[in-house]
């Protein structure tokens, strides 16, 4: 991958995403935010909110769109800019920069990439108002890229978590009943945004639960998904992920090593939605039956 000022030259599908029919861009699994996606934006549109402190215009202008989407949802390029306009010209003065930042520019021979090539907004349908008009809201890798730079409130994530309910069905699907029962621990999505994916052997000696050998093979799992995923898959990624890391304490103790979550209330969670538990005990099934798999393979070591 070579970044030369504000344009990227792609060498890397996951990053220049290949137009779909659908969604307008291809994307691939957590380890390709983690590697690509989230330090390629962070180059392209900012590694800090632009509210922080004073920096490239360019920034400014994608983070304050994506805040939009992250707070509206699906929106068409009138629609963005009728959040904050009222004149009709000034909206459309704002909509055809919308599109630029969506779809990038040519300048001086040289193609800077947009939102949707960087695989942080997909096309989600058509609105027949007035003329066909393409809709758009964040994708998976948005949603992660707007934890993580944009400096949102918890009132803004649980907006974020109402308006994409639907893309993120067993986390944002369920926001309320998980705040209800475990307060601002929700918002450790976060640190998967950050980039904390938590398969570091370290997790093993600060949680009696084996966190690390599920997040493993989380990795494992969807190792074949680096370049594309569907949006489906991803998001129970991002949820197995979500779920396995309530496990893992916030602080350790002095008692000892627990889980900043009781087992109890982790297991009220997960048992106290039937949908959610057979989803779940069906990944930590996935995970045994890969364990057992790989145990008898090594045991057959011994007896060649």
């Excluded at 939102?115 to 949603?143: F, N, Q, W």
Aim: charged content about 25%; proline content about 3%.
């Amino acid at each position: 991958m070579e970044i030369i000022s504000e344009v990227i030259i792609c060498r890397y599908p996951v990053i220049c995403g290949m137009p779909s029919k659908d969604q307008g861009t291809v994307y691939g699994n957590l380890h390709a935010y983690k590697m690509y996606t989230r330090p390629t934006s962070q180059r392209l549109f900012g590694s800090y909110s632009f509210r922080k402190k004073p920096g490239i215009k360019h920034h400014e202008n994608v983070q304050r769109m994506l805040e939009i989407l992250a707070l509206n949802g699906t929106l068409t390029t009138w629609g963005m800019a009728k959040t904050h306009i009222d004149d009709s010209a000034g909206i459309r003065t704002k909509e055809k920069e919308y599109r630029r930042l969506l779809v990038g520019r040519m300048a001086r021979g040289k193609h800077t990439i947009g939102v949707l090539e960087a695989g942080l907004v997909v096309k989600d349908g058509k609105s027949y108002a007035k003329a066909p008009a393409d809709k758009y809201r964040l994708s998976l890798h948005g949603i992660l890229y707007c934890l993580d730079v944009l400096d949102l409130s918890h009132k803004q994530i649980d907006i974020m978590a109402e308006k994409y309910s639907n893309v993120l069905p067993l986390v944002f699907g369920r926001w309320d009943y998980l705040k209800s029962n475990i307060g601002n621990e929700v918002y450790r999505l976060k640190n998967l945004a950050g980039g904390l994916f938590m398969d570091n052997i370290q997790i093993a000696k600060i949680s009696n639960f084996p966190v690390y050998e599920l997040m493993t093979y989380l990795n494992i799992k969807y190792q074949n998904n680096f370049e594309q995923i569907e949006e489906k898959e991803l998001a129970n990624q991002i949820s197995a992920w979500f779920y396995t890391n309530l496990l893992v304490p916030s602080r350790l103790r002095s008692s000892g090593k627990r889980s900043s979550l009781e087992i109890k209330q982790w297991r009220k969670i997960i048992q106290g939605d039937l949908k959610l538990k057979k989803w779940y005990y069906n990944f930590v099934n996935e995970s045994i039956k890969f364990y057992n798999d790989r145990f008898n393979k090594l045991k057959k070591l011994e007896n060649p």
